[in-house]
Every structure is written in C-alpha cells, then in structure tokens.
C-alpha cells in the first residue's frame, strides 16, 4: 500500500477515484456518466469503505447506481473477492454495484420487491398471499459492509428486515431470543433466512425518537432504567462489549483525520475522559450496549418496546444511560421549539440518573458517546458536517467540564 496513503482515505475521498469507479461499471457494463461521494466510513491506518451515487449508462438505458469501494492498509480480504477487485498502481482495492455488497449477501434479496413478495409468501409473512406491487420497500439505513435495515409495508403491515453479516447472525438472533424469553418487549421474529436475513414484526407504539417533540411526557427516566433493569441476568454472562467509552481515543483520531483543527480539544477529551474511567471497574449488569431514544417505543406514556438487542452483554448501567444522554444532546436539524423540548428532558431526566449511577461517570461516558457520534456528519458527507461536528465536540466538552 502507498506509504502516504495506507487506509486509501485520500483516494477514496479525492477525484481520483473516478477512474476506479469507471473501471469497475465499464467492466460490468456500463459507462460511468457521472458521480458523487455519497458514504465514508474511515478506519484511520487501518481501513476506508465509501460508497458513491452514480449515473450509469447501461445496454437497457440510464439509471442512478450506488457504486462502494473498499481499500485497505493490509490488502484486499476473502470477503473482499467477493466484490470485484481492481488496482490503482501498488493499491488493490474492492469495488461493488449496490446491492451486491460483499459483507451482506441477504441484501439483494431485501432490497427488490420481486424478491421479498417470494420471502414473504413462503414464510407467510402476512396476512395473505402478496404480489411485488403490493409491496412498498424503504430503505432505512445503510451502513455499508457493516448492516442494513429495510422497511417492508403490505397494506397496515409492516415487517422490519434486518441485513446481516454471516459470522453475527446467530449470535445476533440468540440474543434477539434471550431477550423475548425473559418478557422483554422486543419485536416479534417474522422470519430467518439462510442469507441472514432477519425479519421481525413492528412494535406497537412509537418511536421514544419522535415522541420527545410530542407535549405529552413520552415516559419517565424511571421507566427507561426500568426497562434496563428488566433485562435477566443471563445477559451479563455473554461475551462482554466495550462500552463506547474504551474507544474514545480511535473515535477522536477519525474525527481529528477530518477536522484537525480539533485535533488539541479531543486531545484534552480523551486524556481527561480515560483519566476519570480509568479506575472504574467493567461492570457486570446486563446492559443494552447502544441505548438511545431510536431504540424504544412508547405509548400512553410508557414504554412498550426494545429494538436492536444486537450489542446486549455485560457492562454499567452507567454506559447505557449515558449512551442515551448522549444521543439526545446531539439530535441535530431541530428547530426552535423542539430543541427546547428536548432539554427540557434532558434537564428533568439527567437527574433521575443521577441517582442511579455516579454523576461523574455519567458525563464522561456521555462526552465519549458524544465523541463516536461526532464521526456521522463526515461519514453521511452531510452538507454542513463541519459546523455539526465542531458542535458535537462543543457538546461533549461542555460534559467534561460539569466534572473536571
């Protein structure tokens, strides 16, 4: 790999990817008309993914593709040849044509209605028999190589699927189960494939995410750490995840890889949010492992529901309140009115965990949380990324200092 560029970040972010990406849809075809950087996930030394809207002309006419390209300090991977593999001087690097992502093969299946009509009817997903026109397919998030969410609707039915990587889903559906067992309100499993698709029913209620806006109390701080202290025991005995927090330093060097003019703020964050923790032991309470206001549902003013169980384990509880502090301080594109709601909640909740978990603790994990999500802005290439990261980092510096 190219000594000044071994994680292919300036490639992969620079016009010079434009020929890559002509190779790879001359070679299936096509020709590349025009594109632009659309996703970037960096792994600073280590790995850059980034996927790119293009137009194509094909045989059969023009159309709009997402085109994804992986490089890699250590070279291409066994998953990597499931793409295609192409080189640009000493640099070898995976490129594929959405949805044929090379991590994630149930994805083009999910992601065609002629498909999921078959899926859903061999495992009588709903109610009746369906045809692909009575299927309305949303993508609801993308992360490239890692997963995918799509929202599949037949009339009032919906069905959530989730796209998996080979090695994660049965510790994700175990996990998934563990859960439903105990009594917890996690969705219902409408089926598995043996793509790894993993296809489950919508929750009642809404989303904590939108009810936050709403007038009406969408719950109480009692009954969110209610919630995570119904989880069973069982959960502390599985695999244990690193809390957020034990990778404030590489989450702090993507973002500094961005904006270095950060770079002696998060300098000054991680030394002082690793000093405070350091002496914390790991915990052992079964705790979510990315808990935030997208994750439950309510209604009526309680919760009634529990999304992606994939990251429960051992931890502090400390680590999932914080988890959702953080989220909450960071919800960007409000206006006015819905900014103040939301601190108005953080004001009226932060207390409430403060008595269940040490106030100290809580800040600094939420300055780490704070600091992992500040890598979104850049990695969606969302059009003000600048002025939202430096915001973020703002956010969790202004944590840190309630307890340094």
Not at 183 to 190: I, K, Y
Not at 205 to 213: D, N, Q, S, V
Request: glycine residues 6%.
């Amino acid at each position: 790999m190219p000594a000044s560029d071994p994680d292919g970040s300036t490639l992969l972010t620079s016009e010079g990817v434009g020929a890559l990406l002509s190779a790879a849809v001359q070679h299936a075809g096509g020709t590349l008309v025009s594109w632009a950087l659309d996703h970037v996930d960096a792994n600073p030394a280590q790995s850059t993914t980034a996927t790119y809207s293009a137009l194509v002309d094909w045989p059969y006419g023009r159309r709009e593709e997402l085109l994804g390209v992986s490089a890699r300090a250590s070279g291409p991977t066994d998953t990597d040849t499931a793409a295609e593999i192409f080189a640009d001087g000493e640099r070898e690097v995976a490129v594929w044509i959405y949805p044929q992502d090379p991590d994630l093969p149930g994805l083009s299946r999910a992601a065609y209605a002629e498909s999921m009509a078959e899926l859903a009817n061999s495992k009588h997903i709903f109610a009746r028999t369906v045809t692909p026109d009575d299927l309305s397919l949303q993508m609801i998030g993308y992360r490239p190589r890692r997963r995918a969410v799509v929202k599949v609707s037949a009339g009032d039915e919906i069905v959530y699927v989730k796209v998996l990587r080979s090695r994660l889903f049965d510790d994700v559906l175990a996990r998934h189960r563990l859960l439903s067992e105990a009594g917890l309100p996690v969705a219902d499993v409408a089926a598995t494939t043996d793509d790894h698709l993993l296809v489950l029913r919508e929750l009642r209620g809404e989303p904590l995410a939108r009810a936050i806006f709403e007038p009406a109390e969408p719950c109480t701080a009692e009954a969110l750490i209610g919630l995570l202290d119904a989880m069973p025991a069982s959960v502390a005995r599985l695999d244990r995840r690193p809390p957020w927090s034990d990778a404030v330093a590489h989450y702090a060097r993507m973002v500094a890889a961005a904006m270095p003019v950060l770079g002696s703020k998060l300098n000054w964050l991680v030394e002082t949010i690793s000093q405070g923790l350091a002496p914390i032991p790991p915990g052992s309470e079964p705790t979510h492992g990315d808990f935030h206001e997208g994750q439950v549902h309510v209604a009526g003013g309680r919760v009634c529901g529990l999304l992606d169980t994939d990251t429960i384990g051992p931890g502090r509880r400390a680590d999932d309140l914080a988890c959702l502090v953080a989220h909450l301080s960071t919800i960007q594109r409000m206006n006015s009115a819905q900014e103040a709601r939301v601190h108005q909640l953080i004001r009226r909740w932060v207390p409430v965990f403060d008595t269940r978990v040490d106030a100290t603790e809580l800040r600094l994990r939420s300055a780490a949380v704070i600091i992992s999500l500040a890598t979104g802005p850049f990695r969606g290439q969302e059009p003000d990324w600048e002025r939202e990261t430096a915001t973020m980092i703002g956010s969790a510096e202004a944590l840190v200092r309630q307890v340094s």
